[in-house]
T-cell receptor
């Protein structure tokens, strides 16, 4: 069964304390893996797309990486404004319209 | 990217009533979807809104409960029928762009509370 698992469920960091969020997936054929940021009361905001193992994408303090089984979202020297829920999703080869979402990691960065 | 507007942004509804959520996109899109996000949980796909034909529903969701219209390539509605407190959720419209890198873009969501 195709599924996406994110860990940890919640993460508290001090400002400047780098860390990583994990997204592990089990799918029969990966078309793409996507990272989103969601602020309270808002819709998810697209961050990155990764297609193949070894690929990396960066944006400001965020860096996403992909292996054959998991993806990491690395946060370097986070700031309080990075506090949000981070969602990952996978798109599968056999169903073009199907995205499987993880349950998210709620990140809280304290000043 | 795409700008997606949803109405209403939030509403409080009585049990047994129905509510229609509107989704307007600022450009023509081929793929349009409706998701549900229950409190503290992730996103669950309700259905794919197909232009000019009946929506394609995921397992556990039926047309009688969640009728969907998509009269053109920029607009869709989702109705939540005969609501119960279990329908209290955020409902999200999302679109995929032809020629893009495959990601979905989301509206701000419609937060429904059913009393």
């Amino acid at each position: 069964e195709d599924q996406v698992t994110q860990s940890p469920e919640a993460l508290r960091l001090q400002e400047g304390e780098s860390s990583s969020l994990n997204c592990s997936y089990t799918v029969s054929g990966l078309r793409g893996l996507f990272w989103y940021r969601q602020d309270p009361g808002k819709g998810p905001e697209f961050l990155f797309t990764l297609y193949s193992a070894g690929e990396e994408k960066e944006k400001e303090r965020l860096k996403a990486t992909l292996t054959k089984k998991e993806s990491f979202l690395h946060i370097t020297a986070p700031k309080p404004e990075d506090s949000a829920t981070y969602l990952c999703a996978v798109r599968v080869l056999y169903n073009f319209n199907k995205f499987y979402f993880g349950s998210g990691t709620k990140l809280n960065v304290k000043p | 990217s795409a700008v997606i507007s949803q109405k209403p942004s939030r509403d409080i509804c009585q049990r047994g009533t129905s509510l229609t959520i509107q989704c307007q996109v600022d450009s023509q899109v081929t793929m349009m979807f409706w998701y549900r996000q229950q409190p503290g949980q992730s996103l669950t796909l309700i259905a794919t809104a197909n232009q000019g034909s009946e929506a394609t529903y995921e397992s556990g969701f039926v047309i009688d409960k969640f009728p969907i219209s998509r009269p053109n390539l920029t607009f869709s509605t989702l109705t939540v029928s005969n609501m119960s407190p279990e329908d209290s959720s955020i409902y999200l419209c999302s679109v995929g762009l032809a020629g893009g890198t495959g990601e979905l873009f989301f509206g701000e969501g419609s937060r429904l509370t059913v009393l």
